[in-house]
Every structure is written in C-alpha cells, then in structure tokens.
C-alpha cells in the first residue's frame, strides 16, 4: 500500500484528498472513476492510510502509528471493503448487511469509518436505491468511497451526492519511466508496452509480465515482415486460430496501426528514436523502402474500416481477410 507521494500522476486527485483531510472537509461520498488498472484501489487504499493516521503531517501519513500499521496490514477496524459473492453484481443484500446495517455502529478507535467499494458499476438498481438512503443521511463519521470504471451506469441520485474525480491517463513518459526504474525494463521493450498501455500504468505493467503477450507480439511481427509471402488463407487461418485462443482482435489491430505508423514514420523522418519497435528496425526499413505513401495511408484507413466494421458485429473473419487484402496490395 503507498502514500500519496508515492503514487504517480494523479495528482489534482491527491492534492484534493490532501486538502480535505488536512482541513477537517471530508466529504461524506465519492465516486472515483477510471479504467482498470488505472490506480483507483491504490488511491483508496492512500486515502485510507492518511484518513485513519493518529500522527499525519499536512494530509501525508506517518506510516508509523498503531492505525497506519493496522490499516497497512488490511486490519483497520474502520476500514470496511465492501465484498459480493456474486461475480457480476452487487446487490441489495450486500449494501444492507455491509453498510446500511453497520453505519449506526461508531468508528473504534478514530474519528472516520471508511467504506471501500470496488467496482462499484456492479451495483444493481436496487442496491444502488438502498446505498442512496445512507447516503442522503450519513452519520457524520461515515465516508463512502465508490470504485468505478464506469459512472454512468450510477442513477442521476447518487451522482448528485457524491464528489466525483476521475482518473486521467499518464503520460507516455512517466510509464516508461516506471518500467525501466522500478521494473528494469530494457528500452525497446518499455516502449512497446508504453504504448499498449495508453496511458494506464496498470496495463503496462501486466503487459511486461505476460508471457502470453510477449508470444503475441513475436507472432504478430513474424507475420507483418512476411505479409506479402504468405497466402491469404494461411494469414486467416492463424487470425482464426489466435481467435480460438482468445486473443483479443482489437489489440491486433492496435499493434498493425503502431505498426504501420512506425513504416510511415520511418520513411518521414529517418529517424529510428522515434519509432515503437525499435527492436524491429531492420523489418519496418524494409517494409518502408518497398511502400510508397499512399499505400501506407491506405493501410492505416483499412485498419481503422477493420475495427468499426468489429463494432458493427461484421464477421471477424472477413473483416480480416479484407485487411489483409489491402496490406498484401500496398
């Protein structure tokens, strides 16, 4: 569990709930919204540690007292994470018995009762309605933290009572920061997973322990160096057998546009410090020496017609084979 120093990015949300808690204005509600993998539990939980501390210093825990250690250790009586026996919601029974039948009970041994709710989006209607009466008139103790990668699916009346804040992406620079200081990335790779990542830390970092990725990514430039040698039903047939696999067709599609936008980067500019694939200098110089600039672009529209044409329920398939037409052809 870190700090709020320790966290990066972020940073109007930190400096909000450092505020709060320095001055005494806690609110009695938030919703704090992202993707996964975005940091919101990490947040919570730094929340968490600077709302119980018996010896913070300007909003910033010790770490050190008896409820900073508690809390560390997933022990904090005050701290209550909201749990749902059923994987895919969370109902009415849930938010009676963990919430609406305990706020009564004074905190123990501090001034706030905290209650975490992860994935919070999981709330039926009618747990949602249930929440909402402890929400309206909460004891002044209670504070509710609600854990969400999608807030819309909140009725108008929660929304309305709650503080939101909303997680932004990091930047590209500090998430290859991250992976070569903290997890000893190499440079080619860091910039790989970078920017699968999009700007989620989270992401980045289960893309560089993943095993399955990594045979992914091997694959998939194995098949783009030799796109032209390769028959249409031998490219389909290992799309469908990636597919089988479980293989996410959209993440193919991401790595073809990063792709091909190394090519046409590359045969703008020169310069190899500028491209993803580092790595696979020698395949994107041949590619680019052997593609003109319209063909390139063409490749880049058929590959974003491939993914609304996935959106639209078109068979994967022969979405597929007509990108794969349009590659071979440019």
């Known amino acids: 569990m870190l700090s709020f120093k320790d966290i990066i990015g972020q940073d109007l949300i ?20 992202g993707e996964e993998g975005m940091g919101k539990r990490t947040l919570a939980e730094a ?8 010896d913070r210093h300007g909003g910033e825990p010790c770490g050190q007292c008896h409820a900073c250690k508690q809390v560390l250790s997933g022990n904090h009586p005050d701290v209550i994470y909201v749990t ?13 018995h963990q919430i609406n039948d305990t ?4 905190p123990y041994s501090g001034g706030y009762k905290l209650y975490i709710v992860d994935e919070a989006q999981k ?6 309605n249930a929440l909402l009466k402890t929400i309206e008139e909460p004891p002044a103790y209670v504070v509710i933290l609600l854990l969400t990668s999608n807030e819309e699916i909140f009725l108008p009346t929660i929304l309305s009572r709650c503080v939101k ?5 990091l930047t590209d620079e500090q998430i290859r920061a991250y ?18 990542a999009r700007g989620n830390l989270g992401k980045a970092i289960d ?3 993943s095993e399955d990725f990594q045979r992914f990514y091997e694959e998939l430039a194995e098949l783009l160096k030799n796109l032209k040698k390769e028959d249409i039903s031998q490219l389909l047939e290992r799309i469908k057998r990636w597919k089988d696999e479980g293989q996410d067709l959209y993440q193919c599609l991401d790595f073809m546009q990063m792709w091909y936008r190394d090519v046409l980067m590359y045969k703008t500019t020169k310069d190899i410090n500028l491209l993803i694939f580092k790595d696979q200098f020698s395949a994107i110089k041949e590619i680019c020496t052997g593609s003109g600039y319209d063909g390139l672009e063409r490749i880049l529209t058929a590959i974003d017609k491939a993914r609304i044409r996935l959106d639209a329920n078109v068979n994967s398939e022969l979405v597929m084979e007509l990108l794969f037409l349009t590659m071979k052809e440019n």
């Open 123 to 128: 709330m039926t209607v009618q747990a949602q």
């Open 14 to 33: 930190k400096k909000h709930f450092i505020t709060a808690i320095a001055t005494g204005n806690v609110s009695h509600a938030y919703i704090l919204s």
């Open 179 to 196: 992976l070569k200081d903290r997890l000893k990335v190499e440079g080619p790779q860091a910039e790989v997973y970078t920017a699968f």
């Open 165 to 169: 804040l909303s997680l932004k992406p």
């Open 84 to 96: 749902h026996e059923k994987p895919a919601s969370i109902g009415v029974d849930d938010v009676r």
């Open 103 to 106: 706020v009564s009970i004074k």
């Open 207 to 209: 893309l560089s322990q």
């Open 47 to 54: 929340f968490a540690l600077s709302l119980m501390c018996q």
